[in-house]
Structure formats: C-alpha cells, structure tokens
C-alpha cells in the first residue's frame, strides 16, 4: 500500500479522530463523576448543619444521633464537638478500603463559602467545614468524598469504545474499496497514456458499481485524454504545415537569439546566402549582412537593446543586393527579450526604381519651376500689354466721344477687363492647384466689404435692368477674423455669376449670423447642395454633420452667412455637380448664351475651404438660385453699424417695396432700432384704408413718412389701364385691375401733400422724371445705405415745414444738393515729381497720364541704370519711383538694392505684372516700401503715393 500514502494518511486521521473523542468522552465522564462526589460531601455538611440548628444546646448523645443518620452511613467523617468551656467530642467513621485519619486536627479555614453561622471549603480529597452555634458550641468536620466507583459492565463505560471499534472497522473497509477504486483508476490511467484514443471511450470500472466520484473522475481522464491527443494530433499537423511554410517560404527566414547569434534559418536563407544550417556552428547576422548606414551597422552587432519592430535597409556582403530586415522581438512571461524573428525581402529592384523615380521626381520638379517660370513670364507678358489697353481706354473721355463711339469704348473696356479677370482666376486656379494660396486672418469690417462689392456691381445690375440689394442684418458682428481679400473675391464671383444669369427681379446681397443649432438644420435638409469639396473629403460626414472647423462651444452666432440670392435662370439638379469642376458650366446652352470659362464658382469654391467654411447652393430651373457662404465667426467684434436715435421711436415708417426679401429686411431692421413700420408689396384699397385709419388714431404721436420703391411704382403704374397698355395681350383684365387699384392707391398718396416722401430707386436720379421726383423730399439709391437711410428720416422727422411742390423742376433733394469731390484730383500746392521707371514704352506713357490726372509730374527712365543716373542727377526733386522689375541691362531688383546701398530712404514702389506671394517677398527683401500689380489700378495708386507721399 506504499503507492496509496493519501489513502494511509486518511485512515491514520481518522483513528487519530475516534482515539480523541474517546478521550475527551471518558475525561468528561471522570469529571462528572468527581464533581458528583464533592456534591454529595456538600449534601452531607447541609444535613448536617440542619440538624444541628435544630437543637439549641446539643448533647453528647444528640451527635452521636445525628452521626447515625442514613446520610452518613456512606461517607468518611470526622466531627470534633467542641463545647464552650473548652471540652471537646470527637466522632469518626473511615468507610472501607479507606485509610484511617491520622489525627485529631482543627482544620484552617483559607477561603470559606459561609452560609449562616457555618463555612467550609472544598479540595480534591475532603470538604472542611465549621459550625457555629449561638450558644458557643462550635462543630469542626471534615469530609471525605466518597470515592470514584466505574463500574465497566455498565453501558456507559463499554458502549463508546465499542462504537468506535467499529467505526475504524467501516474505515478500514471503505479504505480497502477506496484502494481497489484508485488502483483500477491508475491502470486506466496507465493506459490512457500509452495508446492513442481516436473517440472518446468511457473508463472500464463503471460496471464494477465504483463510487460517484470515481466515475465523475475516469470520465473526466477520458475526455481530457481525448482532447491532448486530439490537440496532439493538431499540433503536429500545424508543425509540419509550419516546417513546410517556413522551409518553402520564398523569403530567407531566421530566429535570432538575444546574444545574437542565429539559432535557426530555413532553405531559402541557405539558397540566397550559400550556407547550410549547422547547429554546432554559430552564426550572426553581421555574416551574411551589413548595415545601410553606421547607425544600422550598430544596431546589427547589439540586438539586445532592440525591443520594437523594425525595418533596416541591409545589403548582402557577396551578393551587395539591398535587402530589407524585418525584425520582431519576442518576449518571456516577465517581459524580457528572449530573441528575435527575422525575414529578408530582396528590394534591390525597388530601390533600383526609386533611385530613377527619384530623378524623374527631380526632374519632374525642374519643369515645374520651369513652368512656373514661364508662367510668370506669360503672366507678365500678358499683363503688360492689358495695363496698356486697360490704361488707355481709362485715359479716354467718354463724354466728348459719339453714341457710336461710347459703344465701341465700353465694349473694348468690358472685354478687357474680361481677359485680365480671366488671367487673374487662370493664376489663382495655379496658386490654388500649387498649394501656394496663401490666407492672411485678420480683423475684416464685413459690412463695409459688402458695400464695397455691392458698389463694385452697380454698373453691372443696371446694365442689365435689375435690382441690386444690400442688407446686413442688424444683429451680425461687424468685424470677424479672415481674408478679407479673398472674401471679397468670393462675394464678387458670386455676385457676378448671379447678375450675369438674372434678366429680370433682383440680386441680393445678405450678410446674417448664423447659430450653431441653425447650422444644424440647414445641413440637415435634403434638397441642399454644397459647392464644396468638404462634403467629398469627408470633412462633411454622410450623416449631415458640421465640418470640423467651429465646434459647439455655446457662442450665440457661431457662423456668418453670406447670401447671394437673384431670380435668374436657375440650375436644374442635375446639372448642379458640374458646377465642381474648374473650366465647366452647367450646360452647353449656357456657355453659348452667357459666355465664361466656369472657373468663377471653381475658385470660390476652393477659396471658401480655405478659409474654413463652404459654399450651398439652392436652386430651382426658371426660378432663381441662392448661393450661400458659410463661414466660421471667428473673432467676432460687435459694433454697432445702426445707431439708435430718440426721434426715430415718433415715426410711423411707411415701406413700400417690390421684393419679398426687402420685407424681412425692413422688419429686423425697424425692430432693433424700436422704429415703429408698416410694410407692404401689394398696397390694394383694402389695405391702403387700413393705413389711413391707423395713421388717423396716431396723428398725435408719430410722424409718418412714405419709403416708396421706384421699380414698385413703375411695375403697377405701366400696368395699369390708364397707361395704355390696356392693349397687351400677355396682361389679363383681372391683373388690370388690380394694378390699377394699386396705382391709384400710390398716386393718393403721393398727392397727400402733409405725408414726407423718400424715394428708393436702381435708376440714378438723373434717370427718374424730374416732375415725379419733385414730389419726394429725399432720394434714395439702391443697394440701400441704411446709414442714410436713417440720416433722412431724422432730418424729415424734426423738419417743421416740408415742401412738397419744388418751383424749379431741377431742384431735386437735400441730399442731392450736397457738393460731390472729384476723387481723382490731389489738390497740392507743388506736388512732388515721381520717377517712372519702365522699359515699355506704352506701360510709361499710360502710367505718365495716370499720374498727371492725380497732380503729379513725373520722369520717366527705361531701365534700371538710367534710374541711377535720373536719381544722381535730380535728387532733389524726385519724392518716389515706380519701380518696374523685369527690366534689361539692369531690372527692378537690382537697382532697388544699389538704392539702398548708398543710404538713400526715397520710397520706392514696385510695378509687376507677377502677383504672387514670392515676388512680394523678393521686393520687400530688395528694400521696396509697396506693391502694385499690373494693369494699374488708379484708385489702388492714388493710395499707396498718398500714404508714402504722407509718410515721407
């Protein structure tokens, strides 16, 4: 049974167990019956004591009475009576087999228990006690308990020893079964490892009705078994399925040990590098390879320090082919590198072909520059003779010239100026394309550079007999940080395309903020369309969320919105896309119609990504379009652009206009400043008597004055039957006559001879019937000047007698009569001579002319050398040169830096027809004070020779 020690062990703790209780069964019983003993010496003492209070005075023969009591026939005493005079009695009995008392003693009382007049104490042996009684009798006894008597025939004594007798009988047997039950088990086990289990078989010993837990156990062995043979089996399938991978693997293979030295390489490392794998020989890497680089070298020799994935660039030391070297650490349960995987892969041939990409790259490059080169030069060539064109046809005064010959000078002008903005959006599409377009944010006043653009389209929408609009709403920031350059150039493009396509109705410009929440709506919705590659970039998710450049940080207007919205032609949807593409329109159709090269909407478009924002469009074929500009509110300064005044707040503001969207306006507008309005686009009988009725309940407290919209007036007034248009046959007779309703309504009220009239109008006010405008106190123009605006309905509010009837029909406004300024005259008592230095002989005399309309006298010099020399001759009398820069014998540059060299601080100005940031910068390195592009803007010059002229 030496093989069983767990079941030896478990039979030796059991006995050990039943031995135990033994013992502590009969100690108990051993103490019961020892304190049974002390008891009964204290029911003696009790008795005793009873007995003897009962008598007052004890006798002699009274004690030996009591003594002879049943309760003392069964215990040893001794009682010494002992009288008050001093006499005393002993009494003794010793039971059987009991020792004798050796004498006559007075016990000594250390620790009593009292009860009356008695004590008495107990030990192991006896029970010492004393009486007292009240006569001085005094009783000393000592009690002997009566000793242990076990009698082994009784039950109580045999049973347990019996039992557990048979306990370890049971033990013993449930042993015997256990090792029978442990032997089958291990022979099962024996076998188990010897052969190889396809299936799972049950264990052999379930017939032999072994315990449940055998069972349990052998079924578990046998599952077990299955599985480790079956994983067995597995592993040796995926180890030859490796050997065979890593062995055919096409690329050198190898593990590497931390010290370094190769402890495995498969077939095709011995083809590639001639060796045969030997266990008793120790390799390295360093043998068959070396390092692209010192720093690879090294890295090669201490792989210890290696504890990430790298890829190496090596060669091979025979064959000097590029390689490169992956190599993977693999670590041990603690973290530390027990070694390395290596692969090789021949990239001799790819590092064949990136050495010749990288010379087409280079020389890819050299023709970029070359390109660019020659683009600076056809851009130069190219603006010199349009600064001449354009020059000239400025120099021409068209007042003196034939109907006939006006139209011949406008065309000339309008293609002109074509060509050079076809040559300006062809350069910022290289710019663009080049990734040179450089954004400058900072602080931009965008109500001004809406009235600046809207200015700058004036011309256009009259030409085409529409409406031009202008409105900033009330609560937008004046001043936000972007480009205003390229702002501007987007609201120009934008508002060029739309006048360009709008026959009829109107152009708008609406500049409003826009918050974080609305952002969310509009991108939300369906029908809407970005002009924007943020949406293919992704920067505009699938799911309609805001581009990633302004999150939701809790500002009120987080975006501002740029509006360009007409009634043209429309675009049909699916002709929207093509609206991406640089070079593309809409249609054939349109090209035709309308001309162009479909790089305006292109540029914007890329010009609105780089500053942060994206361009929507809405539109419907016949209808109209609205272009939207988004752009991040970054910065934002509110300053007031519409101010408040007292006398605005007795006004009843009466608004009469054509557009829906003047309305809207008209309302934000009135309700910020508390200006009390009523505003109307359809003003019928109906309507006009309601009018009269609220102006009569507010005679007393507010002044009312009439904005009149001139293209409203015409519209009805043309219309109606009593101009004689009764007779068009595309007007039906109901139209008729609610036209002609209208038109008297208007006509009532221009006759109202008490009611302040303004007048707004597109047409100039040389254009309108003077006898019509003598009925109006103030003329307006569109796009509307608010400012103005306000200004007049001030001035009409505190005006206590308004004329209605003007006697001379050339009498026409206050506003009217306000002297205008030549702005192109510089009055300076001697202006300063400018040096002009050019070696274009049309590009001197144009810009000789530009400079004698502003005041100034100048000379002229054709390259740079005789610039030196006109400046060392007249030094005194040259203020400023306008600098050419590409000049021959000696250009711009040149002589701008020998200039400076001699100390001289004259400012200098550079002409170029090159307007990109890289010629900037080399005239400014050269020592130039300012910029200017070809062709010459005059406005652009007067600014910068007043701003130097100021400065020096």
Request: charged letters at 20%; aromatic letters at 8%; a negative charge.
């Given at each position: 049974?030496?093989?069983?020690?767990?079941?030896?062990?478990?039979?030796?703790?059991?006995?050990?167990?039943?031995?135990?209780?033994?013992?502590?069964?009969?100690?108990?019983?051993?103490?019961?019956?020892?304190?049974?003993?002390?008891?009964?010496?204290?029911?003696?003492?009790?008795?005793?004591?009873?007995?003897?209070?009962?008598?007052?005075?004890?006798?002699?023969?009274?004690?030996?009475?009591?003594?002879?009591?049943?309760?003392?026939?069964?215990?040893?005493?001794?009682?010494?009576?002992?009288?008050?005079?001093?006499?005393?009695?002993?009494?003794?009995?010793?039971?059987?087999?009991?020792?004798?008392?050796?004498?006559?003693?007075?016990?000594?009382?250390?620790?009593?228990?009292?009860?009356?007049?008695?004590?008495?104490?107990?030990?192991?042996?006896?029970?010492?006690?004393?009486?007292?009684?009240?006569?001085?009798?005094?009783?000393?006894?000592?009690?002997?308990?009566?000793?242990?008597?076990?009698?082994?025939?009784?039950?109580?004594?045999?049973?347990?020893?019996?039992?557990?007798?048979?306990?370890?009988?049971?033990?013993?047997?449930?042993?015997?079964?256990?090792?029978?039950?442990?032997?089958?088990?291990?022979?099962?086990?024996?076998?188990?490892?010897?052969?190889?289990?396809?299936?799972?078989?049950?264990?052999?010993?379930?017939?032999?009705?072994?315990?449940?837990?055998?069972?349990?156990?052998?079924?578990?062995?046998?599952?077990?078994?299955?599985?480790?043979?079956?994983?067995?089996?597995?592993?040796?399938?995926?180890?030859?399925?490796?050997?065979?991978?890593?062995?055919?693997?096409?690329?050198?293979?190898?593990?590497?040990?931390?010290?370094?030295?190769?402890?495995?390489?498969?077939?095709?490392?011995?083809?590639?590098?001639?060796?045969?794998?030997?266990?008793?020989?120790?390799?390295?890497?360093?043998?068959?390879?070396?390092?692209?680089?010192?720093?690879?070298?090294?890295?090669?020799?201490?792989?210890?320090?290696?504890?990430?994935?790298?890829?190496?660039?090596?060669?091979?030391?025979?064959?000097?082919?590029?390689?490169?070297?992956?190599?993977?650490?693999?670590?041990?349960?603690?973290?530390?590198?027990?070694?390395?995987?290596?692969?090789?892969?021949?990239?001799?041939?790819?590092?064949?072909?990136?050495?010749?990409?990288?010379?087409?790259?280079?020389?890819?490059?050299?023709?970029?520059?070359?390109?660019?080169?020659?683009?600076?030069?056809?851009?130069?060539?190219?603006?010199?003779?349009?600064?001449?064109?354009?020059?000239?046809?400025?120099?021409?005064?068209?007042?003196?010239?034939?109907?006939?010959?006006?139209?011949?000078?406008?065309?000339?002008?309008?293609?002109?100026?074509?060509?050079?903005?076809?040559?300006?959006?062809?350069?910022?599409?290289?710019?663009?394309?080049?990734?040179?377009?450089?954004?400058?944010?900072e602080p931009t006043d965008i109500f001004k550079l809406g009235q600046h653009v809207s200015d700058l389209m004036i011309g256009s929408a009259r030409r085409q007999g529409i409406n031009l609009l202008y409105f900033f709403m009330p609560d937008s920031p004046r001043y936000i940080s972007t480009d205003g350059n390229r702002l501007r150039q987007i609201?120009?493009?934008?508002?060029?395309?739309?006048?360009?396509?709008?026959?009829?109705g109107y152009v708008a410009l609406v500049i409003e903020p826009i918050t974080y929440e609305q952002m969310r709506s509009i991108t939300s919705l369906d029908n809407k369309r970005t002009l924007t590659t943020i949406a293919r970039n992704q920067n505009l998710a699938p799911d309609n969320r805001l581009p990633n450049t302004v999150t939701n940080t809790?500002?009120?207007?987080?975006?501002?919105?740029?509006?360009?919205?007409?009634?043209?032609?429309?675009?049909?949807?699916?002709?929207?896309?093509?609206?991406?593409?640089?070079?593309?329109?809409?249609?054939?159709?349109?090209?035709?119609?309308?001309?162009?090269?479909?790089?305006?909407?292109?540029?914007?478009?890329?010009?609105?990504?780089?500053?942060?924002?994206?361009?929507?469009?809405?539109?419907?074929?016949?209808?109209?379009?609205?272009?939207?500009?988004?752009?991040?509110?970054?910065?934002?300064?509110?300053?007031?652009?519409?101010?408040?005044?007292?006398?605005?707040?007795?006004?009843?503001?009466?608004?009469?206009?054509?557009?829906?969207?003047?309305?809207?306006?008209?309302?934000?507008?009135?309700?910020?400043?508390?200006?009390?309005?009523?505003?109307?686009?359809?003003?019928?009988?109906?309507?006009?008597?309601?009018?009269?009725?609220?102006?009569?309940?507010?005679?007393?407290?507010?002044?009312?004055?009439?904005?009149?919209?001139?293209?409203?007036?015409?519209?009805?007034?043309?219309?109606?039957?009593?101009?004689?248009?009764?007779?068009?046959?595309?007007?039906?007779?109901?139209?008729?006559?609610?036209?002609?309703?209208?038109?008297?309504?208007?006509?009532?009220?221009?006759?109202?001879?008490?009611?302040?009239?303004?007048?707004?109008?597109?047409?100039?006010?040389?254009?309108?019937?003077?006898?019509?405008?003598?009925?109006?106190?103030?003329?307006?123009?569109?796009?509307?000047?608010?400012?103005?605006?306000?200004?007049?309905?001030?001035?009409?509010?505190?005006?206590?007698?308004?004329?209605?009837?003007?006697?001379?029909?050339?009498?026409?406004?206050?506003?009217?009569?306000?002297?205008?300024?030549?702005?192109?005259?510089?009055?300076?008592?001697?202006?300063?001579?400018?040096?002009?230095?050019?070696?274009?002989?049309?590009?001197?005399?144009?810009?000789?002319?530009?400079?004698?309309?502003?005041?100034?006298?100048?000379?002229?010099?054709?390259?740079?050398?005789?610039?030196?020399?006109?400046?060392?001759?007249?030094?005194?009398?040259?203020?400023?040169?306008?600098?050419?820069?590409?000049?021959?014998?000696?250009?711009?540059?040149?002589?701008?830096?020998?200039?400076?060299?001699?100390?001289?601080?004259?400012?200098?100005?550079?002409?170029?027809?090159?307007?990109?940031?890289?010629?900037?910068?080399?005239?400014?390195?050269?020592?130039?004070?300012?910029?200017?592009?070809?062709?010459?803007?005059?406005?652009?010059?007067?600014?910068?020779?007043?701003?130097?002229?100021?400065?020096?």
């Amino acid at each position: 049974m030496q093989q069983f020690q767990s079941l030896k062990r478990l039979l030796f703790f059991y006995i050990l167990t039943l031995l135990i209780m033994l013992a502590l069964y009969y100690a108990m019983m051993l103490s019961t019956l020892k304190t049974q003993s002390q008891t009964h010496s204290q029911v003696v003492f009790a008795a005793l004591q009873h007995e003897i209070i009962d008598h007052a005075v004890p006798t002699e023969t009274e004690i030996e009475n009591i003594v002879t009591k049943p309760f003392f026939q069964d215990i040893s005493y001794q009682l010494i009576f002992m009288l008050p005079s001093g006499q005393t009695y002993v009494y003794h009995h010793i039971q059987p087999q009991e020792a004798e008392f050796t004498s006559v003693t007075f016990p000594t009382l250390t620790s009593t228990s009292t009860t009356n007049n008695s004590s008495y104490q107990i030990d192991n042996e006896t029970l010492t006690g004393r009486i007292k009684l009240e006569n001085g009798h005094q009783i000393y006894v000592v009690l002997r308990h009566q000793p242990l008597n076990i009698s082994w025939i009784s039950y109580q004594f045999w049973l347990p020893l019996m039992t557990a007798i048979m306990l370890f009988s049971l033990a013993l047997l449930y042993a015997l079964k256990r090792r029978t039950n442990w032997e089958q088990l291990i022979q099962y086990t024996d076998s188990l490892a010897i052969s190889s289990k396809e299936a799972y078989i049950p264990p052999p010993f379930v017939t032999e009705k072994a315990t449940p837990e055998f069972l349990r156990l052998g079924h578990t062995l046998s599952r077990i078994s299955y599985q480790l043979h079956d994983h067995h089996r597995r592993i040796k399938t995926l180890n030859q399925r490796l050997e065979h991978l890593v062995n055919q693997a096409p690329l050198p293979m190898l593990i590497v040990m931390r010290q370094g030295h190769i402890s495995f390489f498969n077939q095709r490392f011995e083809q590639v590098f001639t060796t045969a794998f030997q266990r008793h020989n120790h390799y390295s890497l360093t043998d068959f390879l070396t390092g692209s680089d010192k720093a690879t070298q090294q890295l090669l020799q201490k792989l210890s320090t290696l504890r990430v994935t790298r890829n190496l660039l090596v060669y091979g030391l025979e064959d000097r082919q590029a390689y490169q070297l992956h190599i993977t650490p693999w670590f041990g349960a603690h973290g530390q590198v027990h070694g390395f995987t290596v692969i090789l892969n021949n990239i001799d041939n790819l590092i064949t072909q990136a050495d010749d990409l990288h010379l087409q790259n280079q020389q890819l490059q050299l023709q970029i520059k070359e390109f660019t080169k020659l683009r600076s030069i056809i851009g130069h060539e190219l603006r010199t003779p349009l600064n001449a064109i354009i020059g000239t046809l400025g120099l021409i005064e068209a007042h003196r010239l034939t109907p006939r010959q006006q139209e011949v000078l406008s065309m000339l002008t309008q293609s002109s100026q074509s060509m050079l903005a076809m040559l300006n959006d062809m350069l910022d599409m290289a710019k663009i394309k080049a990734g040179k377009a450089d954004i400058v944010n900072e602080p931009t006043d965008i109500f001004k550079l809406g009235q600046h653009v809207s200015d700058l389209m004036i011309g256009s929408a009259r030409r085409q007999g529409i409406n031009l609009l202008y409105f900033f709403m009330p609560d937008s920031p004046r001043y936000i940080s972007t480009d205003g350059n390229r702002l501007r150039q987007i609201l120009l493009n934008l508002l060029d395309n739309a006048t360009k396509f709008t026959s009829s109705g109107y152009v708008a410009l609406v500049i409003e903020p826009i918050t974080y929440e609305q952002m969310r709506s509009i991108t939300s919705l369906d029908n809407k369309r970005t002009l924007t590659t943020i949406a293919r970039n992704q920067n505009l998710a699938p799911d309609n969320r805001l581009p990633n450049t302004v999150t939701n940080t809790g500002a009120e207007h987080q975006w501002m919105r740029f509006s360009v919205k007409d009634t043209g032609i429309g675009i049909a949807e699916s002709e929207q896309d093509k609206l991406f593409s640089y070079f593309n329109q809409a249609n054939r159709q349109i090209s035709q119609n309308f001309g162009g090269t479909g790089l305006g909407l292109a540029i914007s478009n890329s010009f609105a990504q780089l500053l942060g924002g994206f361009i929507q469009l809405d539109s419907e074929l016949d209808v109209g379009s609205n272009f939207a500009l988004y752009l991040p509110c970054h910065q934002p300064t509110y300053q007031p652009i519409y101010h408040f005044h007292s006398s605005l707040m007795h006004i009843r503001f009466i608004v009469i206009v054509e557009q829906d969207i003047c309305v809207t306006f008209f309302q934000h507008l009135c309700s910020h400043l508390s200006l009390p309005v009523s505003i109307y686009t359809d003003l019928d009988d109906k309507a006009a008597q309601k009018l009269y009725e609220q102006l009569e309940l507010e005679a007393k407290i507010l002044q009312p004055i009439l904005l009149l919209d001139y293209e409203y007036y015409e519209t009805y007034t043309h219309l109606a039957p009593v101009t004689g248009a009764i007779d068009d046959p595309s007007i039906d007779n109901q139209q008729r006559l609610v036209n002609s309703e209208q038109s008297q309504v208007i006509h009532k009220l221009l006759n109202d001879t008490s009611l302040p009239k303004l007048l707004l109008s597109m047409k100039p006010e040389r254009s309108i019937p003077s006898s019509f405008l003598d009925q109006f106190d103030g003329f307006l123009n569109k796009p509307l000047d608010v400012a103005l605006l306000l200004s007049e309905l001030i001035r009409l509010s505190q005006t206590t007698t308004v004329t209605l009837k003007h006697e001379d029909s050339s009498h026409t406004s206050e506003h009217a009569k306000k002297p205008t300024m030549d702005n192109n005259t510089v009055e300076v008592a001697s202006a300063p001579t400018i040096l002009v230095v050019d070696d274009n002989l049309t590009n001197q005399k144009i810009t000789c002319k530009m400079l004698d309309k502003l005041g100034y006298p100048s000379l002229v010099a054709d390259n740079g050398r005789q610039a030196l020399e006109r400046l060392d001759a007249q030094r005194q009398q040259i203020s400023l040169i306008l600098m050419d820069c590409r000049m021959p014998v000696m250009d711009g540059l040149q002589a701008t830096q020998v200039i400076r060299s001699q100390g001289s601080s004259i400012p200098i100005v550079a002409l170029t027809a090159n307007n990109t940031e890289e010629d900037r910068e080399a005239c400014r390195l050269a020592g130039m004070d300012d910029f200017l592009a070809k062709p010459i803007n005059k406005d652009k010059l007067k600014t910068v020779l007043k701003s130097l002229m100021t400065a020096e």
